[in-house]
Protein backbone atom coordinates (compact mmCIF):
# COMPACT_ATOMS: atom_id res chain seq x y z
CA UNK A 1 0.00 0.00 0.00
CA UNK A 2 1.37 3.24 -1.16
CA UNK A 3 4.02 4.12 -3.90
CA UNK A 4 6.62 6.54 -2.75
CA UNK A 5 10.10 6.15 -2.09
CA UNK A 6 9.78 3.75 1.11
CA UNK A 7 7.75 1.08 -1.25
CA UNK A 8 10.37 1.68 -3.88
CA UNK A 9 12.92 0.47 -2.01
CA UNK A 10 10.79 -2.38 -0.36
CA UNK A 11 10.30 -3.18 -4.01
CA UNK A 12 14.10 -3.49 -4.75
CA UNK A 13 14.88 -5.55 -1.65
CA UNK A 14 11.44 -7.75 -2.39
CA UNK A 15 13.06 -8.52 -5.98
CA UNK A 16 16.27 -9.45 -4.64
CA UNK A 17 14.77 -12.17 -3.15
CA UNK A 18 12.55 -13.22 -6.19
CA UNK A 19 9.65 -11.81 -4.84
CA UNK A 20 7.31 -9.78 -7.50
CA UNK A 21 5.56 -7.12 -6.19
CA UNK A 22 2.24 -5.24 -6.96
CA UNK A 23 1.88 -1.73 -5.25
CA UNK A 24 -1.57 0.24 -4.86
CA UNK A 25 -1.36 4.06 -5.38
CA UNK A 26 -3.56 7.21 -6.25
CA UNK A 27 -1.06 8.91 -7.47
CA UNK A 28 0.51 8.94 -10.95
CA UNK A 29 4.09 7.99 -12.10
CA UNK A 30 4.82 7.12 -8.18
CA UNK A 31 8.57 6.01 -7.47
CA UNK A 32 7.59 2.14 -6.41
CA UNK A 33 5.03 1.98 -9.65
CA UNK A 34 8.38 2.47 -11.47
CA UNK A 35 9.59 -0.79 -10.19
CA UNK A 36 6.72 -2.36 -8.94
CA UNK A 37 6.05 -5.96 -11.02
CA UNK A 38 2.03 -4.49 -10.99
CA UNK A 39 0.65 -1.23 -10.24
CA UNK A 40 -3.20 -0.58 -9.13
CA UNK A 41 -3.71 2.53 -9.55
CA UNK A 42 -6.90 3.69 -7.24
CA UNK A 43 -7.44 5.51 -3.78
CA UNK A 44 -6.42 3.78 -0.71
CA UNK A 45 -10.10 3.03 -0.15
CA UNK A 46 -11.02 1.90 -3.23
CA UNK A 47 -13.22 -1.66 -2.98
CA UNK A 48 -11.91 -3.05 -6.67
CA UNK A 49 -7.94 -1.52 -6.15
CA UNK A 50 -8.17 -3.08 -3.06
CA UNK A 51 -9.97 -6.74 -3.66
CA UNK A 52 -7.29 -6.98 -6.65
CA UNK A 53 -4.57 -6.35 -4.02
CA UNK A 54 -5.98 -9.06 -2.20
CA UNK A 55 -6.43 -11.46 -5.08
CA UNK A 56 -2.62 -10.52 -6.32
CA UNK A 57 -1.01 -10.86 -2.82
CA UNK A 58 0.13 -13.32 -0.75
CA UNK A 59 1.01 -10.57 2.12
CA UNK A 60 0.29 -6.79 2.00
CA UNK A 61 2.41 -4.17 3.88
CA UNK A 62 2.13 -0.50 3.99
CA UNK A 63 4.57 2.26 3.47
CA UNK A 64 2.07 5.04 3.68
CA UNK A 65 2.32 5.60 7.30
CA UNK A 66 -1.68 7.20 6.69
CA UNK A 67 -2.99 4.27 5.01
CA UNK A 68 -6.40 4.17 6.09
CA UNK A 69 -6.76 1.53 8.79
CA UNK A 70 -10.15 0.33 7.79
CA UNK A 71 -8.18 -0.59 3.93
CA UNK A 72 -6.54 -2.53 6.57
CA UNK A 73 -8.56 -4.41 8.37
CA UNK A 74 -10.34 -5.82 4.92
CA UNK A 75 -7.20 -6.91 3.50
CA UNK A 76 -6.49 -8.48 6.94
CA UNK A 77 -9.31 -10.82 6.15
CA UNK A 78 -8.30 -11.55 2.65
CA UNK A 79 -4.53 -12.04 3.05
CA UNK A 80 -1.70 -12.03 5.36
CA UNK A 81 -1.24 -8.24 6.27
CA UNK A 82 1.40 -6.66 8.36
CA UNK A 83 1.64 -4.38 10.30
CA UNK A 84 -2.30 -5.09 11.71
CA UNK A 85 -4.53 -2.66 11.20
CA UNK A 86 -4.77 -1.71 15.01
CA UNK A 87 -1.01 -0.89 14.75
CA UNK A 88 -1.31 1.72 12.41
CA UNK A 89 -4.26 3.03 13.75
CA UNK A 90 -2.28 3.80 17.01
CA UNK A 91 0.37 4.81 14.90
CA UNK A 92 -1.52 7.56 12.97
CA UNK A 93 -3.03 9.18 15.95
CA UNK A 94 -0.96 11.23 18.23
CA UNK A 95 -3.71 10.74 21.25
CA UNK A 96 -3.97 6.46 21.17
CA UNK A 97 -0.21 7.15 20.23
CA UNK A 98 0.53 8.78 23.54
CA UNK A 99 -1.85 6.78 25.57
CA UNK A 100 -0.09 3.92 24.50
CA UNK A 101 3.40 5.54 25.28
CA UNK A 102 2.23 5.73 28.37
CA UNK A 103 0.40 2.29 29.11
CA UNK A 104 3.57 0.75 28.38
CA UNK A 105 6.04 3.10 30.88
CA UNK A 106 6.00 0.24 33.22
CA UNK A 107 7.61 -2.43 31.12
CA UNK A 108 9.19 0.11 28.61
CA UNK A 109 10.84 2.89 31.65
CA UNK A 110 10.11 5.63 28.85
CA UNK A 111 7.48 8.44 28.97
CA UNK A 112 6.35 10.91 26.57
CA UNK A 113 6.33 14.83 26.33
CA UNK A 114 3.82 16.19 29.14
CA UNK A 115 0.53 16.80 26.76
CA UNK A 116 -3.34 17.60 26.62
CA UNK A 117 -5.84 16.90 23.93
CA UNK A 118 -6.98 20.04 22.26
CA UNK A 119 -10.24 19.18 20.87
CA UNK A 120 -12.28 22.84 22.32
CA UNK A 121 -12.19 26.12 23.20
CA UNK A 122 -12.57 24.81 27.07
CA UNK A 123 -9.57 22.53 26.15
CA UNK A 124 -7.67 25.67 25.79
CA UNK A 125 -8.91 27.23 29.00
CA UNK A 126 -8.18 24.27 31.12
CA UNK A 127 -4.09 24.47 29.97
CA UNK A 128 -2.00 23.70 32.97
CA UNK A 129 0.78 26.42 32.83
CA UNK A 130 2.95 23.76 32.86
CA UNK A 131 2.93 22.83 29.39
CA UNK A 132 3.81 26.09 27.92
CA UNK A 133 5.58 26.83 26.05
CA UNK A 134 4.80 23.70 24.18
CA UNK A 135 3.93 22.45 20.27
CA UNK A 136 0.44 22.58 18.80
CA UNK A 137 0.41 18.99 16.43
CA UNK A 138 -2.37 18.40 14.72
CA UNK A 139 -3.53 14.49 15.90
CA UNK A 140 -3.29 12.99 12.52
CA UNK A 141 -1.76 13.31 8.94
CA UNK A 142 1.09 15.15 10.83
CA UNK A 143 4.72 14.68 8.93
CA UNK A 144 7.88 16.30 8.54
CA UNK A 145 6.79 18.90 10.43
CA UNK A 146 3.69 19.85 9.02
CA UNK A 147 1.03 20.37 11.00
CA UNK A 148 2.83 21.90 13.70
CA UNK A 149 2.82 25.31 15.45
CA UNK A 150 4.93 27.03 18.63
CA UNK A 151 2.96 28.31 21.30
CA UNK A 152 3.84 30.41 24.10
CA UNK A 153 0.53 31.04 25.69
CA UNK A 154 -3.00 30.27 25.83
CA UNK A 155 -3.46 33.46 23.21
CA UNK A 156 -1.04 31.65 21.03
CA UNK A 157 -2.52 27.82 21.08
CA UNK A 158 -6.22 29.79 20.29
CA UNK A 159 -5.03 31.07 17.25
CA UNK A 160 -3.04 27.94 16.41
CA UNK A 161 -6.22 26.15 16.83
CA UNK A 162 -8.58 28.44 15.16
CA UNK A 163 -6.47 28.46 12.01
CA UNK A 164 -6.00 24.86 11.71
CA UNK A 165 -10.10 24.96 11.67
CA UNK A 166 -10.50 23.73 14.51
CA UNK A 167 -9.30 19.69 13.90
CA UNK A 168 -8.33 17.86 16.98
CA UNK A 169 -5.03 18.59 18.33
CA UNK A 170 -2.29 17.59 21.08
CA UNK A 171 -0.88 20.68 22.74
CA UNK A 172 3.23 18.81 23.90
CA UNK A 173 5.00 20.97 26.34
CA UNK A 174 8.29 22.32 24.90
CA UNK A 175 11.05 20.02 25.80
CA UNK A 176 14.95 20.91 25.79
CA UNK A 177 16.71 18.50 23.60
CA UNK A 178 19.98 17.80 23.47
CA UNK A 179 19.64 15.51 20.70
CA UNK A 180 17.22 13.26 19.31
CA UNK A 181 17.35 9.11 18.41
CA UNK A 182 15.48 6.46 16.74
CA UNK A 183 15.62 3.12 17.34
CA UNK A 184 14.46 0.79 14.10
CA UNK A 185 12.97 -2.52 15.10
CA UNK A 186 11.58 -6.10 13.48
CA UNK A 187 9.36 -8.14 14.89
CA UNK A 188 8.21 -11.54 13.20
CA UNK A 189 5.18 -13.19 13.31
CA UNK A 190 6.26 -15.84 15.30
CA UNK A 191 7.59 -13.16 17.92
CA UNK A 192 10.67 -12.65 17.22
CA UNK A 193 12.05 -9.74 17.45
CA UNK A 194 15.27 -7.34 16.58
CA UNK A 195 16.44 -3.88 17.35
CA UNK A 196 18.83 -2.58 14.82
CA UNK A 197 21.97 0.23 16.31
CA UNK A 198 20.74 3.72 17.72
CA UNK A 199 20.79 6.09 15.30
CA UNK A 200 21.05 9.87 15.97
CA UNK A 201 18.91 12.52 14.35
CA UNK A 202 19.41 15.95 12.99
CA UNK A 203 16.54 17.79 11.70
CA UNK A 204 16.24 20.86 9.62
CA UNK A 205 12.78 22.99 9.14
CA UNK A 206 10.87 19.89 10.52
CA UNK A 207 12.74 17.38 8.01
CA UNK A 208 14.79 15.31 8.54
CA UNK A 209 19.09 16.45 7.46
CA UNK A 210 21.31 13.50 8.82
CA UNK A 211 21.55 10.23 10.42
CA UNK A 212 24.55 9.06 12.11
CA UNK A 213 25.29 5.95 13.47
CA UNK A 214 27.19 5.01 16.08
CA UNK A 215 25.59 8.96 17.27
CA UNK A 216 28.27 10.92 18.61
CA UNK A 217 26.23 12.07 21.61
CA UNK A 218 24.95 8.41 22.26
CA UNK A 219 26.59 6.87 25.87
CA UNK A 220 26.07 3.37 26.01
CA UNK A 221 23.74 3.43 28.86
CA UNK A 222 21.19 5.91 26.54
CA UNK A 223 21.80 2.65 23.52
CA UNK A 224 20.66 0.28 25.90
CA UNK A 225 17.85 2.01 27.90
CA UNK A 226 16.38 3.34 23.86
CA UNK A 227 17.07 -0.39 22.58
CA UNK A 228 15.49 -1.95 25.97
CA UNK A 229 12.15 0.25 25.84
CA UNK A 230 11.37 -0.08 21.91
CA UNK A 231 11.90 -4.03 22.91
CA UNK A 232 8.77 -3.64 25.56
CA UNK A 233 7.01 -1.63 22.84
CA UNK A 234 6.91 -3.62 19.99
CA UNK A 235 6.28 -6.74 22.22
CA UNK A 236 3.11 -5.12 23.96
CA UNK A 237 2.28 -3.83 20.73
CA UNK A 238 2.05 -7.05 19.08
CA UNK A 239 3.83 -5.68 16.06
CA UNK A 240 4.45 -7.78 12.93
CA UNK A 241 7.06 -6.05 10.56
CA UNK A 242 9.44 -3.17 10.66
CA UNK A 243 8.68 -0.24 13.02
CA UNK A 244 10.65 2.79 13.86
CA UNK A 245 10.17 4.57 17.46
CA UNK A 246 11.96 8.40 17.66
CA UNK A 247 13.14 9.13 20.74
CA UNK A 248 14.52 12.85 22.43
CA UNK A 249 17.22 13.33 24.92
CA UNK A 250 16.85 15.88 27.21
CA UNK A 251 19.57 18.44 28.49
CA UNK A 252 19.26 16.38 31.46
CA UNK A 253 20.16 12.76 30.18
CA UNK A 254 16.54 11.92 30.34
CA UNK A 255 14.66 9.19 27.24
CA UNK A 256 11.55 10.65 26.44
CA UNK A 257 9.63 8.40 23.48
CA UNK A 258 8.09 10.64 21.14
CA UNK A 259 6.40 9.03 18.14
CA UNK A 260 6.50 5.94 15.95
CA UNK A 261 6.33 5.06 12.14
CA UNK A 262 4.82 1.48 11.30
CA UNK A 263 7.05 1.24 8.43
CA UNK A 264 10.73 1.48 7.35
CA UNK A 265 11.91 5.29 8.22
CA UNK A 266 14.20 7.62 6.71
CA UNK A 267 16.55 7.20 9.70
CA UNK A 268 16.93 4.04 8.90
CA UNK A 269 18.36 4.24 5.32
CA UNK A 270 21.50 4.16 6.56
CA UNK A 271 20.94 0.10 7.04
CA UNK A 272 21.23 -0.33 3.30
CA UNK A 273 24.58 0.09 2.93
CA UNK A 274 26.09 -0.53 6.73
CA UNK A 275 24.11 -3.48 7.76
CA UNK A 276 24.11 -7.64 7.17
CA UNK A 277 20.23 -6.77 6.98
CA UNK A 278 18.66 -3.47 5.37
CA UNK A 279 15.57 -2.46 6.65
CA UNK A 280 13.62 -3.36 3.35
CA UNK A 281 15.28 -6.68 3.44
CA UNK A 282 14.06 -7.51 7.15
CA UNK A 283 10.65 -6.02 5.76
CA UNK A 284 10.43 -8.50 3.06
CA UNK A 285 11.40 -11.33 5.61
CA UNK A 286 8.67 -10.44 8.24
CA UNK A 287 6.14 -10.32 4.98
CA UNK A 288 7.11 -13.63 4.10
CA UNK A 289 7.20 -15.55 7.17
CA UNK A 290 11.10 -16.06 7.09
CA UNK A 291 13.76 -15.77 9.84
CA UNK A 292 14.47 -12.21 10.36
CA UNK A 293 17.81 -11.21 9.37
CA UNK A 294 21.00 -9.80 11.24
CA UNK A 295 20.97 -6.22 12.04
CA UNK A 296 24.64 -5.81 13.04
CA UNK A 297 26.44 -2.80 11.45
CA UNK A 298 29.75 -3.35 9.70
CA UNK A 299 30.77 0.22 8.73
CA UNK A 300 30.52 3.76 10.48
CA UNK A 301 27.46 5.55 8.70
CA UNK A 302 26.22 8.66 7.71
CA UNK A 303 23.09 9.74 5.57
CA UNK A 304 22.48 12.92 4.29
CA UNK A 305 19.08 13.62 2.95
CA UNK A 306 18.55 14.92 -0.79
CA UNK A 307 15.96 17.05 -0.65
CA UNK A 308 14.57 19.28 -4.48
CA UNK A 309 16.62 21.93 -3.32
CA UNK A 310 19.66 20.81 -4.43
CA UNK A 311 18.45 21.18 -8.60
CA UNK A 312 18.03 25.05 -7.93
CA UNK A 313 21.33 27.34 -8.00
CA UNK A 314 21.48 28.91 -4.95
CA UNK A 315 18.03 30.35 -3.73
CA UNK A 316 16.69 30.70 -7.20
CA UNK A 317 14.76 29.23 -9.71
CA UNK A 318 17.16 28.69 -11.78
CA UNK A 319 17.47 24.90 -12.25
CA UNK A 320 20.68 22.97 -12.37
CA UNK A 321 21.87 18.85 -12.41
CA UNK A 322 23.58 18.58 -9.10
CA UNK A 323 27.11 17.41 -9.73
CA UNK A 324 26.66 13.87 -8.74
CA UNK A 325 30.04 12.86 -10.10
CA UNK A 326 32.23 14.72 -7.86
CA UNK A 327 29.59 13.70 -4.50
CA UNK A 328 30.28 10.10 -5.94
CA UNK A 329 33.84 10.07 -6.74
CA UNK A 330 33.96 10.99 -2.07
CA UNK A 331 35.30 8.28 -0.07
CA UNK A 332 32.35 5.43 0.98
CA UNK A 333 29.63 7.25 -0.83
CA UNK A 334 26.32 5.54 -1.58
CA UNK A 335 23.48 7.19 -4.10
CA UNK A 336 19.95 6.34 -3.64
CA UNK A 337 17.73 8.50 -5.68
CA UNK A 338 13.85 7.89 -5.84
CA UNK A 339 13.10 8.32 -9.43
CA UNK A 340 10.64 11.36 -8.77
CA UNK A 341 11.32 13.81 -12.23
CA UNK A 342 9.93 16.85 -10.68
CA UNK A 343 12.41 18.47 -7.94
CA UNK A 344 10.53 20.80 -5.44
CA UNK A 345 11.92 22.20 -2.21
CA UNK A 346 12.10 20.51 0.66
CA UNK A 347 10.74 17.39 -1.19
CA UNK A 348 12.82 14.03 -0.39
CA UNK A 349 14.21 12.96 -3.57
CA UNK A 350 16.75 10.47 -2.65
CA UNK A 351 19.67 10.28 0.28
CA UNK A 352 23.17 9.75 0.31
CA UNK A 353 24.99 7.12 2.63
CA UNK A 354 28.34 7.69 3.31
CA UNK A 355 30.16 4.57 4.91
CA UNK A 356 33.73 4.45 6.03
CA UNK A 357 35.98 2.55 8.90
CA UNK A 358 35.75 4.93 10.92
CA UNK A 359 33.06 7.39 11.57
CA UNK A 360 35.74 10.64 11.07
CA UNK A 361 35.93 9.81 7.81
CA UNK A 362 32.27 9.24 6.86
CA UNK A 363 31.53 12.30 8.40
CA UNK A 364 34.55 14.13 6.36
CA UNK A 365 32.85 13.12 2.88
CA UNK A 366 29.53 14.24 4.07
CA UNK A 367 30.93 17.90 4.76
CA UNK A 368 32.65 17.89 0.98
CA UNK A 369 29.16 16.55 -0.24
CA UNK A 370 27.34 19.32 1.33
CA UNK A 371 29.98 22.33 0.06
CA UNK A 372 29.42 20.67 -3.38
CA UNK A 373 25.51 20.22 -3.35
CA UNK A 374 25.66 24.04 -2.01
CA UNK A 375 24.00 22.79 1.28
CA UNK A 376 25.05 24.49 4.15
CA UNK A 377 26.52 22.56 6.77
P1 LIG B 1 8.20 13.26 11.25
O1 LIG B 1 7.01 12.49 10.81
O2 LIG B 1 8.96 13.92 10.15
O3 LIG B 1 9.09 12.52 12.18
P2 LIG B 1 6.32 14.91 12.65
O4 LIG B 1 5.85 16.00 11.79
O5 LIG B 1 5.44 13.75 12.84
O6 LIG B 1 7.73 14.48 12.14
P3 LIG B 1 7.43 15.21 15.35
O7 LIG B 1 8.46 14.17 15.13
O8 LIG B 1 6.52 15.00 16.50
O9 LIG B 1 6.57 15.52 14.06
O10 LIG B 1 8.15 16.62 15.53
C1 LIG B 1 9.04 17.13 14.56
C2 LIG B 1 10.26 17.73 15.26
O11 LIG B 1 9.87 18.83 16.12
C3 LIG B 1 10.95 16.76 16.20
O12 LIG B 1 11.86 15.94 15.49
C4 LIG B 1 11.63 17.72 17.18
O13 LIG B 1 12.81 18.28 16.62
C5 LIG B 1 10.62 18.84 17.32
N1 LIG B 1 9.72 18.57 18.48
C6 LIG B 1 8.57 17.87 18.42
N2 LIG B 1 7.98 17.78 19.63
C7 LIG B 1 8.78 18.44 20.48
C8 LIG B 1 8.73 18.72 21.91
N3 LIG B 1 7.71 18.27 22.67
N4 LIG B 1 9.74 19.43 22.45
C9 LIG B 1 10.76 19.89 21.68
N5 LIG B 1 10.88 19.67 20.34
C10 LIG B 1 9.91 18.95 19.75
MG1 LIG C 1 9.08 12.82 14.01
Known sequence: ????????????????????????????????????????????????????????????????????????????ERSFVAPSATCVSIAQDRIAEKRFFVDCAPTSGVMPAPHKTIASHAD????????????????????????????????????????????????????????????LTARGADGASVVYPIAENVHRDGILFTTTVPGPNVSDACAKQAQDAARAI?????????????????????LVVNEMAPRPHNSGHYTMDACITSQFAQQVRAMARLPLGEVRQHSPAVML????????????????????????????????????????????????????????????????ACAILGIPA
Open 1 to 76: MGGGQLGRMFAHAAQAMGFKVAVLEPGQDCPAGQVAERLIPGAYTDQSALAELAAQCVAITTEFENVPAGSMAWLG
Open 124 to 183: IDAIDDDLLPGILKTVRMGYDGKGQVRVRSREDVRAAFDAMSGVTCLLEKMLPLAYEVSV
Open 234 to 254: VDQLGYVGVLCIEFFVLIDGT
Open 305 to 368: NILGDVWFEGNSDTPREPAWDRVLALPGANLHLYGKDDPRRARKMGHVTFVAPTLATAQASLLK
